[in-house]
């Protein structure tokens, strides 16, 4: 599938052909800091296959294990466009929420669901991991229609 995106202010654009099939929404804590959300979808694409204008912001992320992450941006107006492995970026995680046909791409698996905040829906069908894409499933969630607490 052919899709374009481009960040809030414009100053960088892309296009590219994606797998519909890969889109995957992490709940992890990490996620929810950097995208100011309650989890963040991304959709997992061979750098080569991505084209860009202009020249995104690159933060490197140092997670407790040691392993380093890139996160691109735009510095203009801090869209987030990708994440990749800074020393071999040959997959570029692009972010969903700056991807024009995004209504058109709904995450096929959910993951790092011992993080996920526990008034976020999961769609039915979707497998939901406790942590990265190898790890078990979650069990059942508590209902989120219970009655609220009064004191
Ligand atoms: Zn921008
Ligand atoms: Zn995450």
Do not use: F
């Given at each position: 599938m052919h899709i374009s995106g481009q960040c809030h202010c414009g100053a960088i654009s892309f296009t590219a052909l994606v797998d519909p099939s890969k889109v995957i929404a992490c709940h992890c804590t990490d996620c929810q800091v950097f995208s100011g959300a309650p989890y963040r979808a991304v959709l997992p694409t061979r750098s080569e296959d991505v084209r860009w204008t202009g020249t995104p912001q690159q933060y490197i992320k140092v997670a407790a294990s040691g392993n380093r992450h890139t996160q691109a941006f735009?510095?203009?107006?801090?869209t987030q466009l990708y994440a990749s492995d800074?020393?071999?970026?040959?997959v570029l995680n692009l972010?969903?929420?700056?991807?024009?046909e995004r209504a058109q791409l709904p995450p096929v698996v959910h993951i790092?669901?011992?993080?996920?905040?526990?008034w976020v829906p999961v769609p039915a069908g979707a497998p939901f991991h406790?942590?990265?894409?190898n790890s078990a499933l979650m069990g059942a969630r508590p209902s989120i229609s219970a009655e609220p607490g009064r004191d």
């Open positions: 735009c510095a203009q107006c801090g800074p020393d071999s970026p040959t972010r969903l929420g700056c991807v024009s790092w669901g011992q993080s996920a905040l526990p406790t942590q990265g894409l």
